[in-house]
């Protein structure tokens, strides 16, 4: 098996078991993410009506993973990053099937909704730089593209898998076993994790992590040494800050406006929301697929900031009468853009900046992704009621596509090899 997987460049890192242990825990709690998020939309949808009620949502969601962020990066440096993987597991598995207990039984409403999403947003605050950390722990240098991409193509997997299995289901039974089935992938997620809790040498790892002495600097003090890192780099401070206003100006058409664009202006219903949901995700696969391939990434800068520019132009153009054929290329050009983007810029983390301090370079770099994005959605829902979705998606592609053009004018940006 091994030699195969070495043939098949882009799958080399699942040589290493406990990799392919992660992974496949991952794999399979991405896929009730996504199989949630498309329920967890036409839930609302079904019950409100309303894109300012879908947007709330997602701040809910996303607010309070970039508010803990920081917590997350200096426990991750601090404490075992196995073990905050399980828990975080663990409390997403429960939050899911207490969603799912209450909308079987026909009393979930949607501030129930706004604080199992609360939830969700704290805990993913530390699981992100968790599972960001502990990659390059576990694969060597030469597998670590490998490892990214498979990262990246099992949560593009369950963005394929999930919107159309989600909406069968929706169509056959409504989202209540949508919420239950999310629950238990996370538990499936946590079970594959005890193996390595469990093997010496990866215990070893993190054995300094898990009982910090009392000579250790503070919470503070660990913060302060990680904004110092990042103000130094010209790269690093310039990309975090253009990431959290591209995000932003992507998130909030993609997420909030596309349901509306479907249902309003398309005609369409949660299977074409399902289909074009996937479509963007088939981007990503091919996008990560190329980029797995790889030993090293060259061409850093350009690989990131061009792609962002091609990805912010493909958001525009779902403002544009092109039909369902233009949008559905639209789809998948924005996605494969936005790995190759994506996948740089984690490499580059990963390999440029000190093993001890990843986790709190992670969770700036997840603050700064997400610092923009609950305003981008209150915009986009306020927008999207307003003017119409297809104006949320004119403005949003064109503000990125100037955000990408300005990073790339930057000489950090354009050396960064």
């Known amino acids: 098996m091994s030699n195969r997987l070495t043939e098949i460049s882009m799958l080399r890192a699942l040589r290493t078991p406990s990799f392919a242990l992660l992974w496949g825990g991952q794999s399979c709690s991405r896929l009730g993410d996504y199989l949630y998020e498309i329920g967890l939309a036409w839930w609302v949808l079904e019950k409100t009506g309303e894109a300012g009620a879908m947007a709330t949502v997602l701040i809910f969601a996303f607010g309070p993973t970039a508010l803990f962020s920081l917590f997350g990066g200096v426990a991750v440096d601090r404490y075992s990053r196995l073990w905050i993987m399980l828990i975080a597991d663990l409390v997403r598995g429960a939050t899911a099937l207490v969603m799912g207990v209450l909308a079987i039984s026909g009393l979930l409403e949607i501030w129930h909704v706004y604080i199992l999403s609360l939830v969700f947003g704290i805990v993913e605050a530390f699981f992100h730089p968790a599972y960001t950390a502990t990659v390059p722990e576990l694969v060597s240098m030469d597998d670590l593209p490998s490892a990214n991409s498979l990262t990246s193509l099992s949560i593009q997997g369950g963005r394929i898998l999930g919107p ?92 909030v406006s596309l349901p509306f664009l479907v249902d309003e202006v398309l005609g369409g219903k949660v299977q074409l929301l399902g289909l074009l949901y996937a479509l963007f995700a088939g981007g990503y696969v091919l996008g990560g697929i190329a980029m797995g391939q790889m030993k090293r990434i060259p061409h850093r800068g350009r690989l990131m900031y061009g792609g962002l520019a091609i990805a912010g132009l493909m958001i525009l153009l779902f403002g544009l009468p092109i039909g369902l054929v233009g949008l559905a290329l639209a789809a998948l050009v924005n996605g494969a853009m936005l790995e190759v983007g994506g996948l740089a810029w984690t490499h580059s983390l990963q390999e440029l900046v000190p093993r001890d301090k990843l986790g709190r370079i992670a969770s700036i770099d997840n603050l700064g992704s997400l610092a923009f994005v609950p305003i981008g959605y209150g915009i986009a829902g306020w927008a999207t009621e307003l003017f119409g979705p297809q104006q949320v998606f004119l403005v949003g592609g064109g503000l990125t596509v100037l955000f990408a053009l300005m990073a790339w004018s930057h000489p950090a940006v354009r050396q960064l090899n």
Request: net charge negative; charged share 10%; glycine share 10%.
């Open 164 to 255: 159309p299995l989600g909406a069968l289901m929706i169509a056959l039974g409504g989202t209540a076993s949508i919420f239950l089935w999310n629950g238990l992938t996370f538990f499936v997620a946590a079970l594959l994790l005890l193996p390595l809790l469990q093997n010496q040498s990866i215990q070893s790892i993190h054995a300094l992590r898990s009982s910090p002495q009392d000579n250790t600097p503070g919470l503070l003090d660990d913060f302060r040494e990680g904004m110092r890192i990042v103000l130094g780099l010209p790269w690093l401070w310039l990309s975090i800050l253009v990431f959290a206003l591209s995000n932003a100006t992507l998130g909030g058409p993609y997420s």
